[in-house]
């Protein structure tokens, strides 16, 4: 099945997060625990969250 450009858009998008969190993973060791403790937190708070979009896909599938 081919790919709309709306898929692949999206798809970008992934990329583009990937990348983000690469440089996040590289940027840990410089960083205090207080620091690491804080960008987690933020993380988790963010909405929508990584396992909240997964679910609704998860949920289309079926």
């Known amino acids: 099945m081919p790919a709309t450009g709306e898929l692949i858009r999206l798809m970008n998008?992934?990329?583009?997060?990937a990348a983000t969190?690469?440089?996040?993973?590289?940027?840990?060791p410089t960083m205090t625990d207080e620091e690491r403790t804080r960008l987690a937190d933020y993380i988790r708070k963010s909405d929508p969250s990584l396992e909240?979009?997964?679910?609704t896909l998860d949920k289309g599938a079926k």
Request: cysteine-free; charged content about 30%.
């Open 13 to 17: 998008y992934i990329d583009d997060i």
């Open 21 to 28: 969190l690469r440089r996040i993973n590289a940027s840990l």
């Open 52 to 55: 909240s979009v997964l679910k």
